[in-house]
């Protein structure tokens, strides 16, 4: 298990608690560079199976599931989940994630399956999720539901042939991509819609929305002249389970 951490003194005990009762493999926190009381938290936290790691600087988001990753296959892990920790992702869906993941090589929580889903959200992050769906569906012919969604799990299998580079919030968006490169094999699953933290800031200056859509269409661009230029790349999909 995989939990980046930046600035959660509020969330993190209480996420703690609520992943202890529903999950009981090995939990690695990546503390990018908190400047609050997070530090002293997770040094409290830290035992046999709850592991820590830290960024002296904030690196971002994207950088800090690296990380998680390259520790997690450098230990030989056979299976990774990422949450975060603000309390957006609840913690008893673990054991779905995981079962699901006996099918296929990576599954992706998804807040927009349910029908319901767009009209819980807030306008900007509905709007921004809907369009970039639109575009992976328009260039790859591959429909994604939520682009976005931090809670996943991931086979070693797909880790180790995956080429994330992504240190900022277009990780998430790099992983979907890598999947249409890689023709892998993935299961959507719905999650709890959960927006908490409404007040917080998007790191480099990707607040503005419209800095951040043309963020994520320049991730989209570079990794489509890469998905292109691979030879054995050509329209028989994967098909999502």
Not at 15 to 43: A, C, M, P, Q, V
Not at 135 to 144: D, K, N
Not at 186 to 208: C, H, M, Q, S
Request: proline share 3%.
């Amino acid at each position: 298990m995989i939990c980046p951490v930046f600035n959660e003194e509020k969330t993190l005990r209480v996420f703690y608690e609520k992943l202890k009762r529903h999950y009981k493999g090995d939990i690695l926190f990546i503390d990018d560079g908190s400047t609050d009381g997070s530090k002293k938290i997770l040094s409290g936290l830290c035992g046999k199976k709850t592991l820590l790691k830290r960024h002296h600087k904030r690196q971002g988001y994207g950088a800090t599931l690296i990380s998680g990753i390259d520790f997690a296959l450098g230990n030989k892990y056979a299976t990774v989940v990422t949450m975060d920790v603000d309390l957006q992702h609840d913690p008893s869906n673990v054991h779905e994630f995981l079962t699901e993941l006996k099918k296929c090589e990576v599954v992706l929580g998804s807040r927009y399956i349910r029908i319901d889903g767009y009209m819980q959200a807030p306008l900007t992050r509905m709007v921004i999720n809907k369009y970039i769906s639109n575009v992976l569906e328009s260039h790859f012919s591959m429909h994604f539901s939520d682009p976005f969604c931090g809670f996943r799990a991931y086979r070693d299998s797909f880790l180790k042939k995956s080429r994330l580079y992504e240190t900022s919030y277009g990780f998430a968006l790099e992983v979907l991509l890598e999947i249409i490169r890689l023709r892998a094999d993935f299961k959507e699953t719905p999650v709890e819609i959960i927006y908490t933290g409404a007040e917080r800031k998007f790191f480099n200056g990707l607040n503005d929305p419209a800095k951040r859509v043309k963020y994520y269409l320049d991730v989209i661009m570079r990794k489509k002249k890469e998905i292109y230029d691979e030879k054995t790349f050509s329209y028989n999909k994967p098909t999502p389970r």
